[in-house]
């Protein structure tokens, strides 16, 4: 079985990314799959549409050859920071919920509100 912090792992093992969060999103012909959000090291490598896509084409190479087309992501979506909470936990049920067109729930543990900001406008972009 095949879970989203393996896939985590195999696009962390990029060398431009610095940290990720995967999560599964609905589908209707697959039940679920998952969508990848990534910080960059270096962000100049994503100051064109043609960057992201280049950057977004390697991850996804990183992790078919860790674990196979079938572990691929919908997408990876690039922003500068994750949405966490206090203590440095990612807030991945709320990034789900977001990229389903859920409400968050509870964010009263949210260091930085901005960072599901970023997850909203990547979604969009």
Request: a positive charge.
């Given at each position: 079985?095949?879970?989203?912090r393996?896939?985590?792992?195999?696009?962390?093992?990029?060398?431009?990314?610095?940290?990720c969060?995967?999560?599964?999103?609905?589908?209707?012909?697959?039940?679920?799959?998952?969508?990848?959000?990534?910080?960059?090291?270096?962000?100049?490598?994503?100051?064109?549409?043609?960057?992201?896509?280049?950057?977004?084409?390697?991850?996804?190479?990183?992790?078919?050859?860790?674990?196979?087309?079938?572990?691929?992501?919908?997408?990876?979506?690039?922003?500068?920071?994750?949405?966490?909470?206090?203590?440095?936990?990612?807030?991945?049920?709320?990034?789900?919920?977001?990229?389903?067109?859920?409400d968050?729930?509870?964010?009263?543990?949210?260091?930085?509100?901005?960072?599901?900001?970023?997850?909203?406008?990547?979604?969009?972009?």
């Open positions: 079985r095949l879970g989203t393996e896939i985590e792992e195999a696009v962390s093992m990029h060398p431009n990314i610095a940290e969060a995967v999560v599964g999103v609905a589908d209707s012909l697959k039940g679920q799959l998952p969508l990848a959000f990534a910080v960059a090291k270096d962000v100049s490598k994503l100051s064109s549409a043609e960057g992201k896509k280049r950057l977004e084409k390697e991850v996804m190479a990183t992790v078919d050859k860790h674990l196979g087309a079938i572990a691929r992501p919908k997408a990876v979506h690039f922003v500068t920071l994750l949405p966490k909470t206090r203590s440095g936990k990612t807030l991945r049920r709320s990034i789900q919920a977001i990229a389903e067109g859920r968050p729930g509870d964010l009263t543990t949210i260091e930085d509100p901005n960072a599901l900001e970023q997850i909203k406008q990547a979604l969009h972009a």
